[in-house]
Nanobody, 123 residues
Framework: QVQLVESGGGLVQAGGSLRLSCAAS????????MAWFRQAPGKEREFVAV????????RYAGSVKGRFTISRDNAKKSVYLQMNSLKSEDTAVYYC????????????????WGQGTQLTVSS
């Protein structure tokens, strides 16, 4: 059983920064592509960023490119999302997810999910 636990969410003002963390309990963390998705109330779950260690491939949604940075620490089995220049539109529940292959950008391709952490950006 794989468990992903997000943390680091909170309330910040527009223009501020925040770092989200995701801790994974898995034997072979480096094998998985790790991603961040977000979902606002009444909206579909939206891709944010993904990183594959095996493929040396990183992808970002256009709405966050240049502002957000995904990173990982394989020794700590953790993935992070550094969020800068936050906007009110970034307000959502942020989910950590793991995929077994590739760098997919659709929720359907992810096999493990965390329970989410809330980010609220006030303007």
């Amino acid at each position: 059983q794989v468990q992903l636990v997000e943390s680091g969410g909170g309330l910040v003002q527009a223009g501020g920064s925040l770092r989200l963390s995701c801790a994974a309990s898995v034997d072979t963390f480096s094998i998985y592509s790790m991603a961040w998705f977000r979902q606002a109330p009444g909206k579909e779950r939206e891709f944010v960023a993904v990183h594959s260690w095996l493929l040396d491939d990183t992808r970002y949604a256009g709405s966050v490119k240049g502002r957000f940075t995904i990173s990982r620490d394989n020794a700590k089995k953790s993935v992070y999302l550094q969020m800068n220049s936050l906007k009110s539109e970034d307000t959502a529940v942020y989910y950590c997810a793991a995929a077994r292959r590739g760098t997919p950008q659709t929720p359907r391709e992810y096999v493990y999910w965390g329970q989410g952490t809330q980010l609220t950006v006030s303007s």
